[in-house]
Structure formats: structure tokens, C-alpha cells
């Protein structure tokens, strides 16, 4: 079986040498491609760098959590870079873009109204130069579907992924409508996680992608709480590696073989990125 990890931030980890390892580690798992987002201007060159180094792919974007950071010509900079690497075919998408009303300053003036701003017009980019985008979704989902519905245009259809999704079926089913396909990853091994879980089982299969969010959002057997790593637990570091065991947990969720959740999970990601540069599942 043969996986893509479709949201990794491997620029996190923290050496040349360190990436090199978690990309031979995945590897060794089965996890053939990892797609990686970009965070902010001060990151684009970077993820394009890793994308050619290990033959990933990778987004452009200005994430939520960095709007504080971002100067006033972080738009015009991002359709610069762009407009520079349309014919990239690593270049697979805008992201990670997006809303956040989980962090309290991000929902407070000036925050609320610039990360809107930044998000509109991230989506204008991503129309401007026919690009699938990769959404963070932190308790945001109607405000996402209001501005995706503003600019969809004569198709009324978007391309691309609800990274991590958590919210409700209701919206869920919202953004498979708009085209969409929702990320499934750590968070789904929690089995406190009743309504991920319940999304994981239900939502129709050609709707989901799997990914990790490495570093973030470690499975439930690496994650260390707070009072464990009090008392010395250190805290797992999630990889790549670890998709195939979150995917075997949404393959038990919905009661398929790995094999087929393989096989549906690769043709979503190639539908939900057309330009992804890996388009068939290797027969090795």
C-alpha cells in the first residue's frame, strides 16, 4: 500500500538532517508524498526548496496564526511568488489560507477583520491563477463557506482540501458540495473524538484525504497530556510515518480494508490537486 500525506509542515523539523530521516522513515511506511504548506512569506522559499529536495509538492499561503505577522504587501508579495512559479508542477495549491476564531486575538479588531481580508484575497489568487486551496478550518466553518460561496463564480465549484476538519456534518457535507475533500488525521484516533469519528464513518469515501500535520496534532499513541508531561513523559513527535496506522484507524471506523481506503484516499488527493505530480500509485 502505497499513501500521500497531504498536509506535513516538514519545514518544522528541525535539521537537514532530522527532514532526511522523517522523509526515509516515511518512506519505509509506505507514505510516497507528503504535500507541504506554506505559513507565511518568510516560509515560501523554504517548502519549495523541500518539495524539489525530496520530490514532494508544495502550497503557498498565509495561515491564520501568522496575520499578526503579516506586512502590508504579504498579498502582493504571495502573487509575485505566484506568478514567478506558475509552471512549478510542485506547486500544487494556495495554503494553507483560512480562518481562526479558536486563538482569542485572532477574533478581536484589528485580528478578526485582517485575517478575513487576507483570506478573501488569497481566494482571489487562488481563481487568479487557476490553483485547488488548502483551508484551515478552527471553528470558522460558516464564515470559510460564506467567502468560498462569494467567489466561486460561474461554476460555483472549488478544488482543494478542509485541512483537519471538526466541524459539523451539516457543514462538512457544505463543502464536499463546494467541491472539497476533508482531512482526516490524528485528532480521528481519540475515542473521545465521537463526532470526528462519526465523520470518518459516514461522510461518503470519495470525500476524504488523510494527512498527519506533522509535527501538530499527534495520534493518541504518542501524545503525551499535560499532567504526563508533567510528571517527565516527553511528548511523541509526530511524522509522516505515522499516516498508514491513522489511516488503519478510519479504515476500522468505516469497516474497508486498508487497500481500499489506500486506493480511494490517493484518488481524492489527485482529484482534490489536479496538478499533483504523482498521479498513480506505483505497482512497487
Known amino acids: 500500500m502505497q499513501w500521500i500525506d497531504t498536509h506535513c509542515h516538514l519545514d518544522a523539523f528541525e535539521a537537514d538532517s532530522a527532514t532526511a530521516a522523517v522523509c526515509l522513515a516515511a518512506h519505509e511506511a509506505g507514505v510516497v508524498h507528503c504535500i507541504i504548506p506554506a505559513v507565511e512569506v518568510g516560509n515560501f522559499d523554504t517548502v519549495r ?15 491564520p496564526l501568522y496575520v499578526p505577522q503579516a506586512q502590508d504587501n504579504a498579498l502582493a508579495v504571495l502573487e509575485q511568488h505566484l506568478h514567478d512559479h506558475q509552471s512549478d508542477p510542485r506547486l500544487v495549491a494556495v495554503g494553507e489560507i483560512g480562518l481562526d476564531y479558536f486563538v482569542p486575538q485572532l477574533t478581536q479588531s484589528p485580528w478578526r477583520e485582517k485575517q478575513e481580508a487576507l483570506y478573501r484575497g488569497q481566494l482571489q489568487l487562488a481563481r487568479q491563477f487557476d490553483l485547488p486551496v488548502v483551508l484551515h478550518v478552527r471553528r470558522s466553518a460558516d464564515r470559510l463557506l460564506k467567502h468560498l460561496r462569494a467567489l466561486a463564480g460561474p461554476t460555483g465549484r472549488w478544488q482543494g482540501i478542509a485541512h483537519a476538519f471538526n ?19 490524528g485528532a480521528v484516533t481519540f475515542e473521545r473524538a465521537h463526532q470526528l469519528r462519526h465523520l470518518a464513518q459516514t461522510l461518503p469515501l470519495d470525500a476524504l484525504v488523510l494527512e498527519t500535520d506533522a509535527p501538530d496534532i499527534p495520534p493518541h499513541w504518542i501524545y503525551a497530556t499535560a ?12 511524522t509522516p510515518a505515522e499516516l498508514p496506522r491513522i489511516a488503519q ?33 506505483s505497482a512497487n
Request: aromatic share 8%; hydrophobic share 40%.
Open 49 to 63: 526548496t523541500l518539495a524539489h529536495q525530496q520530490q514532494y509538492s508544495y502550497c503557498l499561503g498565509i495561515h
Open 167 to 185: 466541524g459539523s456534518e451539516v457543514q462538512a457535507r457544505e463543502f464536499i458540495k463546494l467541491g472539497f475533500k476533508l482531512g482526516f488525521g
Open 249 to 281: 484507524t478510519v479504515a476500522q471506523l468505516r469497516g474497508i480494508s486498508c487497500e481500499v481506503l489506500a486506493l480511494a484516499t490517493w484518488q481524492n488527493t489527485v482529484q482534490a490537486l489536479p496538478r499533483l505530480p504523482i498521479k498513480k500509485a
Open 227 to 238: 499532567a504526563e508531561r508533567a510528571a517527565g513523559v516527553p511528548q511523541g513527535r509526530n
